[in-house]
């Protein structure tokens, strides 16, 4: 069984950075796709980053350019850099995985989440 165990919250100024983390923990096969996903009160989860093992990465428009997927060498953690973070990144980020490579920010496609972490942005 998969698990995702992510890291605390915390709360920045705008135009600070933020760095989350997610670990995972079971057996996982050689190839899948892990992405962060957020939620602000009252709308849709909404994918924010992706990545899979063919290296191949995905961002939200909104994110592009400020956000940075990425994986540690012993494939066990994920993470999401944020930088030069707005008030409308304030929400609950989700990481979450799937094992297929096809590449994509539909929450639908993906079996295992993390718990969420609340992220913070004021202005």
């Known amino acids: 069984q998969v698990q995702l165990q992510q890291s605390e919250g915390d709360s920045v100024q705008a135009g600070g950075s933020l760095k989350l983390t997610c670990s995972v923990f079971?057996?996982?096969?050689?190839?899948?796709?892990m992405a962060w996903f957020h939620q602000s009160p009252g709308k849709d989860r909404e994918g924010v980053a992706a990545?899979?093992?063919?290296?191949?990465?995905i961002y939200a428009d909104s994110v592009q350019g400020r956000f940075t997927i990425s994986q540690d060498g012993a494939k066990n953690k994920l993470y999401l850099q944020m930088n030069n973070l707005k008030p409308e990144d304030t929400a609950m980020y989700y990481c979450?995985?799937?094992?297929?490579?096809?590449?994509?920010?539909?929450?639908?496609?993906?079996?295992?989440w993390g718990q969420g972490t609340q992220v913070t942005v004021s202005s």
């Open positions: 079971g057996s996982i096969y050689s190839s899948y796709c």
């Open positions: 979450a995985l799937d094992f297929s490579l096809w590449l994509t920010l539909n929450e639908n496609d993906y079996d295992y």
């Open positions: 990545f899979d093992t063919d290296g191949e990465t």
